[in-house]
């Protein structure tokens, strides 16, 4: 399967690949509510990074191991026909110049992002040099729309629980960015939208309210997960931390919120509007 994954069209590959509407109402659990997390479901199911040797690679499996997924950065242009989103993609370090971003601090942002959800859940990140190939690929939109979006596409065939393919991340060019929250809601910090889009790509939605980092709004109140990030992580992939499982988990309010100035600002991974 890992041979055929990378071989075929690319248009094979993303065949799968479906729009992602925010926010779906339908199939949140009770326990998603009260956790504060919402699980993404394409096309009615649920989808995931695979382990090793996990329910859905292939036979021999026994114990979980946890999936191992690389990312990578654009490096030259890419398309992806049929992604809803993120279908061109362009080298992101030209996005963070624009900026007064380097490179470095963009990649260690990046790497602050994929920790969070590390440290959350039984899932492991690499970062590879060679997109092509890579799980997970960050790019600078080819044309650039909203701030940040997500593409999921998942693997052919699967039951109640699907292995996602790759995901994709591009970022709005256009947009200016930073490192850090200043108040400015209007520009985006890179390590919070990334863990954001991360979220989206190991298989979470936005939950209601405005609390968690997977809600749809951007805030500048923590650069953490929440209890119902790391809660929605760990229901896909194991918690990585005892206290997670058992632990005092709360849920999320809704008002928040209040106080903050608030302009409606998008972490989407639905349709660009
Ligand atoms: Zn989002």
């Given at each position: 399967m890992t041979a055929r994954r990378f071989a075929g069209s690319l248009s094979?590959?993303?065949?799968a690949a479906i729009m992602l509407q925010a926010p779906a109402t339908a199939g949140e659990s009770e326990a998603e509510r009260y956790l504060g997390f919402r699980l993404l479901e394409l096309d009615g199911a649920g989808v995931k990074w695979a382990g090793r040797h996990d329910g859905l690679s292939p036979a021999g499996a026994t114990a979980a191991e946890?999936?191992?997924?690389?990312?990578?950065?654009?490096?030259?242009?890419?398309?992806?026909p049929g992604a809803r989103n993120c279908a061109g993609l362009v080298p992101v370090e030209p996005l963070a110049a624009r900026s007064g971003i380097a490179p470095e601090a963009l990649?260690?942002?990046?790497?602050?992002?994929?920790?969070?959800?590390?440290?959350?859940?039984?899932?492991?990140?690499v970062e590879t040099a060679n997109a092509d190939r890579a799980d997970i690929v960050i790019g600078?939109?080819?044309?650039?729309?909203?701030?940040?979006?997500?593409?999921?596409?998942?693997?052919?065939?699967?039951?109640a629980e699907r292995r996602i393919e790759r995901s994709l991340i591009c970022l709005n060019p256009m947009k200016r960015w930073k490192i850090g929250f200043d108040g400015n809601l209007a520009v985006y910090d890179l390590?919070?939208?990334?863990?954001?889009?991360?979220?989206?790509?190991?298989?979470?939605?936005?939950?209601?309210?405005?609390?968690?980092?997977?809600?749809?709004?951007?805030?500048?109140?923590?650069?953490?997960?929440?209890?119902?990030?790391?809660?929605?992580?760990?229901?896909?992939?194991?918690?990585?931390m005892p206290s997670i499982e058992t632990g005092t988990v709360t849920a999320p309010t809704r008002n928040g919120d209040a106080g903050e100035p608030a302009p409606p600002s998008e972490l989407a991974i639905g349709q660009p509007r």
């Open positions: 094979a590959l993303l065949v946890a999936p191992r997924v690389t990312y990578a950065f654009a490096t030259a242009p890419m398309t992806f990649k260690t942002e990046a790497r602050a992002a994929f920790d969070m959800w590390e440290s959350a859940a039984r899932i492991e990140f600078a939109q080819a044309e650039p729309t909203g701030h940040a979006f997500t593409n999921v596409a998942y693997e052919p065939g699967g039951g390590r919070y939208t990334l863990a954001h889009e991360i979220g989206h790509a190991i298989g979470l939605d936005h939950p209601d309210g405005n609390s968690a980092l997977m809600s749809f709004r951007y805030r500048e109140g923590s650069r953490h997960l929440t209890p119902g990030d790391m809660a929605g992580a760990a229901a896909l992939y194991g918690p990585r």
